[in-house]
């Protein structure tokens, strides 16, 4: 999946349709440390050579193991997501605009679609991955002197919370039986 621009001038001036399997594991455990393992990602989809630019447009399938974001054990999270990206060559600029295409200047005159499955697996790793018992619980984990609270449970804690000093001004605004009976 790697190509000079030279070849893609002529090999793929009619869309050239790409269907291949490749192992990313290594790349991606070097970009991200979060990762614990990756299965060999399916790239399917076609590139396009066009007026000095180059069209790559394909949907990647592949599972991603990552620890949990509660307790930290491995979770295997399956991802699937397209691609659309229009490379201009270096010192060149193109009319050719989609807002669904993200445009991407060269700084070489070769183009390795590796490069670009990996920045696009590492973008769509999810924050919040669960094991299936977690999924199935809303108890968060705790220790001694300790426990995990959500954003919202912790806005709850503090909503509810008063503030001692305020608990003495609490007899100044509610009324007294004598001044509800002078009215």
């Known amino acids: 999946m790697q190509w000079t621009i030279e070849e893609l001038q002529i090999e793929a001036r009619d869309p050239l349709m790409i ?3 490749i192992d990313l594991e290594t790349t991606l455990e070097a970009r ?4 614990l393992a990756a299965s060999p990602a399916h790239v399917r989809g076609m590139v396009l050579y066009e007026r000095g630019t180059v069209l790559f447009q394909g949907e990647v399938q592949l599972v991603v193991t990552l620890p949990s974001s509660r307790s930290l054990e491995p979770v295997d999270v399956p991802l699937v997501f397209t691609i659309n990206e229009r490379y201009v060559l270096p010192g ?3 009319d050719i605009v989609d807002e669904e295409t993200l445009l991407i200047e060269l700084t070489s005159r070769t183009i390795d679609l590796r ?3 990996v920045d696009n697996v590492l973008t769509q790793l999810p924050i ?5 018992e977690e999924q199935q619980t809303d108890q968060l984990p705790a220790g001694e002197d300790w426990q995990v609270v959500t954003e919202e449970g912790l806005h709850q804690k503090q909503h ?3 503030d001692p000093r305020m608990l003495a001004l609490k007899d100044l605004f ?3 039986d004598n001044q509800a009976d002078d009215h």
């Open 19 to 21: 269907d291949e399997t």
């Open 32 to 35: 991200d440390d979060e990762i």
């Open 92 to 94: 060149e600029s193109t």
């Open 115 to 117: 490069h670009a499955v």
């Open 128 to 132: 919040v991955r669960l094991t299936d």
């Open 160 to 162: 509810d919370q008063v």
């Open 174 to 176: 509610e009324p007294s």
